[in-house]
């Protein structure tokens, strides 16, 4: 079946640390990736998404790559802020519109 | 532009009870679907609803339902209550597939109904 497999947190770093949280994927066919924010006590926002092989997508500072050959779609930013702290989710969508999510990684930033 | 509107924000019910949650998509948006984060189980897919029907259903038992209106906006029901019921309940929306490739839609989520079972 399909399924998302995220590093486990929390990630705690200091801020201006550069980020990344790894995301691998198990799916049939050529699946959307997805990568969801929720900061305490709030939905999911849409950070950034990709939907074919090599696609970047990119958003606030944070980047992902959609690989293929490593079925991989890992989380990256340069310089985190404070302000980045919540829980991050990796997704994906093969059809009939069910997004499949990992388990979320929780970022600690500390000044 | 206001995005995914859920109520009521928290509910308390207890055991063997029903509740109704509401959803109002993105102005525009068709498709409509609930997911369910519990504690331990992560995010869940609910329902899916696309122009006032039933496009697809996630392992759920059938005490859970629902329906999309005419103005697309939407209800979960869950009846006969249970402990573990007791969950955030996020609603998104998209663009209906009729707009473009399905897979590429991204969903876009309210804050949820936090759903409480005593």
């Known amino acids: 079946g399909n399924s998302v497999t995220q590093m486990e947190g929390p990630v705690t770093l200091s801020e201006e640390a550069f980020l990344t949280i790894n995301c691998t994927y198990t799916?049939?066919?050529?699946?959307?990736l997805f990568w969801y924010v929720q900061y305490p006590g709030e939905g999911l926002q849409l950070l950034l998404k990709?939907?074919?092989?090599?696609d970047k997508g990119s958003n606030k500072g944070f980047e992902a790559t959609y690989r293929k050959e490593t079925t991989s779609f890992h989380l990256e930013k340069g310089s985190v802020q404070v302000s980045d702290s919540a829980v991050y989710f990796c997704?994906?969508?093969?059809?009939?519109?069910?997004?499949?999510f990992g388990t979320g990684t929780r970022l600690l930033v500390s000044p | 532009e206001a995005g995914v509107t859920q109520s009521p924000t928290h509910l308390i019910k207890t055991r063997g009870q029903q509740a109704t949650l509401r959803c109002s998509p993105i102005?525009?948006?068709?498709?409509v679907y609930w997911y369910q984060q519990a504690l331990g189980l992560g995010l869940q897919f609910l329902l899916w609803y696309d122009e006032g029907e039933e496009r697809n259903r996630g392992n759920f038992p059938p005490r859970f339902s629902g329906r999309q209106f005419p103005n697309y906006s939407s209800e979960l029901n869950v009846n006969a209550l249970e402990l573990e019921d007791s969950a955030l309940y996020l609603c998104?929306?998209?663009?209906?597939?009729?707009?473009?490739?399905?897979?590429?839609?991204?969903?876009?989520f309210g804050d949820g109904t936090r759903l409480s079972i005593l």
């Open positions: 799916a049939t066919g050529y699946p959307s």
């Open positions: 998104a929306s998209s663009l209906s597939r009729v707009h473009g490739n399905q897979y590429n839609q991204p969903q876009h």
């Open positions: 102005s525009g948006h068709t498709s």
């Open positions: 990709a939907t074919k092989a090599d």
């Open positions: 997704a994906l969508n093969t059809g009939f519109q069910k997004l499949v």
